[in-house]
């Protein structure tokens, strides 16, 4: 117990085992979608599916017991729900970078995120950017989220006179309107797992309408599929522009709003926080989240963040790096399972990817909607984030806006340095791009 207590800081006088364990159990069985969803999302790309399995239970792993034994606290670690999707449909898909190029593009991200973690100085970054303008990011990838399983389950698809529409009632797009359903009646009824439930249930439920395809001799357990065909396929050609930095910043800003955001509100739900406010071992969370990222590129997986789900795990007891640990661990043997999770098809994780958009729409009520200053620019962001279907160009757009907006109603106090030469770059990257 000794060991347990200086290793992941637990503590047997007040904590039992049994309970951190089923805490750890509990967060992983409620995050565990991510192993479905983030294959079928970086795979259209062109990457290996099932080589991108591996590599995201991995990355996973690495990052969550990172988190465990550095920072001690009961929170699980994975590819960001937003950034996989940065990655395949604004990298790959509306900017042109090849997969390759996007994986590099993390690994620099990741590690230009270890050396401000290590240095503070993403403190700086983070007090530049205005408060509603951090809510409207949050809520905008969250409607970017739902916007791509709609239109992955063909719910929504492109129209000729009205751009996007409602898709027929192909079984596919029947599979994803029962996910969609199954996923919010299951976490409205307050399921632990719901959205990993609701993605199994959609996948059996395709079986008979022929979306689910059951290859023969098909077990569900089988040795790791290889990670060969992601590992390290980085391509760093044609880097040196100022779009490619912009994409960087992007990136940047993102995961610690993200990251930052996840782990004031798991501290306070574990009760964690000091008087002052402050956070103990946060650096140390935000060091793994960085390691986890760069680890994650050479995996070939997207940006690693804080999981929200964890929430679960401390509201089942789990107290410290212990919880973690159980969830690092089940990552693992995750490996074994490729076969279940590989057989799932796009529109059942149409639920997970809604019903997440559901959660971070949540931060549009704490938007300052009454001062037309701060809205204006929020809605911006919002949605162009959609309607542009890229992150990035929304978080650019409602930048730019708020500086404008803020210049012309003589609000200079609003500004600093940081947004109005982030305002001049992105003016620049528009004109060349």
Not at 23 to 51: E, H, R, W
Not at 296 to 315: D, F, H, M, N, Q
Request: glycine residues 10%; proline residues 3%.
């Amino acid at each position: 117990m000794k060991f347990l207590e200086k290793a992941l800081g637990f503590d047997s006088k007040q904590m039992k085992l049994k309970t951190e364990v089923i805490a750890g159990a509990t967060t992983f069985l409620t995050m565990s979608y991510i192993l479905a969803v983030n294959p079928s999302i970086l795979s259209s790309t062109g990457m290996d599916k099932g080589a991108l399995f591996t590599g995201t239970a991995l990355a996973a792993a690495i990052a969550t017991l990172l988190l465990a034994f550095m920072a001690k606290l009961p929170f699980a670690q994975a590819p960001s729900m937003g950034l996989n999707a940065f990655f395949a449909y604004t990298l790959c898909q509306a900017m042109g970078y090849s997969w390759q190029q996007s994986l590099a593009i993390m690994l620099i991200e990741g590690i230009v995120f270890i050396l401000i973690t290590f240095f503070n100085i993403r403190e700086l970054i983070l007090n530049s950017i205005p408060k509603n303008l951090r809510f409207a990011i949050s809520a905008g990838i969250g409607m970017f989220i739902a916007f791509i399983g709609l239109k992955n389950a063909g719910i929504i698809v492109a129209k000729e006179g009205t751009f996007v529409g409602l898709g027929a009632f192909t079984p596919t797009c029947i599979l994803g309107i029962i996910a969609i359903l199954l996923s919010g009646i299951l976490m409205a009824r307050k399921v632990k797992g719901s959205l990993f439930y609701g993605i199994i249930l959609a996948t059996i439920i395709g079986i008979p309408l022929g979306v689910t395809s059951i290859p023969a001799g098909w077990l569900p357990v089988s040795a790791p599929q290889s990670i060969t065909p992601v590992f390290c396929h980085f391509d760093f050609a044609g880097f040196i522009n100022i779009k490619t930095l912009l994409v960087i910043f992007s990136l940047l800003i993102v995961n610690i709003f993200d990251t930052v955001g996840t782990l004031v509100g798991l501290a306070y739900k574990t009760g964690i926080v000091q008087p002052d406010g402050s956070i103990p071992h946060v650096k140390e969370a935000m060091m793994s989240d960085a390691i986890g990222t760069t680890c994650g590129a050479l995996l070939g997986s997207s940006t690693i963040t804080t999981y929200v789900e964890s929430a679960s795990g401390i509201a089942e007891g789990g107290r410290s790096g212990m919880t973690s640990f159980v969830v690092g661990l089940l990552f693992i043997i995750s490996l074994l399972l490729s076969p279940i999770f590989l057989l799932i098809p796009g529109a059942a994780t149409s639920g997970a990817l809604v019903m997440v958009g559901v959660l971070m729409i949540d931060s549009v009520k704490k938007i300052d909607l009454s001062d037309v200053s701060e809205a204006f620019p929020s809605f911006i962001t919002m949605i162009t984030m959609v309607l542009c279907y890229s992150i990035a160009d929304g978080i650019c757009l409602g930048i730019l806006s708020y500086v404008i907006v803020k210049l012309c109603t003589s609000q200079f106090k609003s500004l600093n340095a940081t947004l109005v030469i982030l305002s001049i770059l992105f003016v620049i990257n528009f004109i060349c791009g």
